[in-house]
């Protein structure tokens, strides 16, 4: 069983960093690709970034493309996102997301995903 839980979220600056984790408490950890999602009160959930089970394949949006970096850490289940050169539109609240069976271009998709932690604010002021 899958059980994710986030952590590291908070209130940053604009142009300040964070580093978001994500623990999976279960014991397959490298047979899923893993996801961050976020979203705002209103809004539909917005796909972020995403890794494979391996690790060796990373996909960003573009709002975020070389500000975040998605990592995995297999010897700690967790899988982490760093972001850098934070702006206010980042403001949301951040989920990670573990799935299977889907192909890389459906991974941005929620429905690509089987279980979901309860996520973590970000706060970022201007």
């Known amino acids: 069983q899958v059980q994710l839980a986030e952590s590291g979220g908070g209130l940053v600056q604009a142009g300040g960093s964070l580093r978001l984790s994500c623990v999976d408490s279960?014991?397959?950890?490298?047979?899923?690709?893993m996801g961050w999602f976020r979203q705002t009160p209103g809004k539909e959930r917005e796909f972020v970034a995403t890794?494979?089970?391996?690790?060796?394949?990373?996909h960003y949006a573009d709002s975020v493309k070389g500000r975040f970096t998605i990592s995995r850490d297999s010897a700690r289940s967790t899988v982490y996102l760093q972001m850098n050169s934070l702006r206010p539109e980042d403001t949301a609240g951040y989920y990670c997301a573990a799935g299977v069976g889907h192909g890389y271009s459906r991974r941005t998709y929620e429905d690509a995903y089987e279980y979901w932690g309860r996520g973590t604010q970000v706060t970022v002021s201007s």
């Open positions: 890794i494979s089970g391996g690790g060796g394949v990373t």
């Open positions: 279960g014991s397959t950890f490298s047979s899923y690709y």
